[in-house]
């Protein structure tokens, strides 16, 4: 079997799958019938190539199909990868309908994003999504609200109810 036609084989694969060689795997190789019957009796090579998909990449192409349906096109998704799950920071023009009313569709789609990410697997891949610098703004809304609503507790010497919040901004 050519190494030539292999190689040349897989990079066809590959362009055919729409990624780079580096994100391509390659299964089984084997060469199949004659292909001309020429004085080097070439043959032609078949491959099988897969791309195994990370609940990085899973989350990443929903939440890009996902902005294309609500009608953002061309947002500038950024990814930060740690080493538990990603963040994936938003920006562009008008997208602060992404984050609605107190951060609840901004929270819905990272609660989507997550499902989606960690369907098939058995460890969890964290996905954290920001828009605008929302959680860093929020999260110093809600500081200084606690510090607030601490002092008016301890003035008056009753307990003090707080907005309905998500685990998140509880643990805040």
Known sequence: ??????????????????????????????????????????????????????PLTIAQNYLTSIFEQM?????????????????????????????????????????LAGLVANRNTDSYYRITINSGNYREKREQTLTALARRMAIQAVKTGRNVSLEPMNPYERRI
Do not use: H, W
């Open 71 to 111: 009608g953002v096109l061309e947002p500038d998704l950024k990814v930060e990868e740690n080493e538990n799950g990603a963040v994936f920071t938003i920006s562009g023009d008008d997208i602060g309908f992404l984050i609605g009313r107190r951060g609840e569709t901004l929270d819905a789609l990272q609660y």
């Open 1 to 54: 079997m050519a190494r030539a036609s292999v190689d040349a084989a897989i990079e066809d694969g590959c362009r055919q799958l729409g990624m780079s060689r580096g994100r391509c795997e390659n299964g089984n190789s084997q060469s199949t019938g004659e292909k001309d019957a020429g004085p080097f009796r070439r043959r032609a090579a078949r491959v099988r190539i897969y791309v195994e998909e990370t």
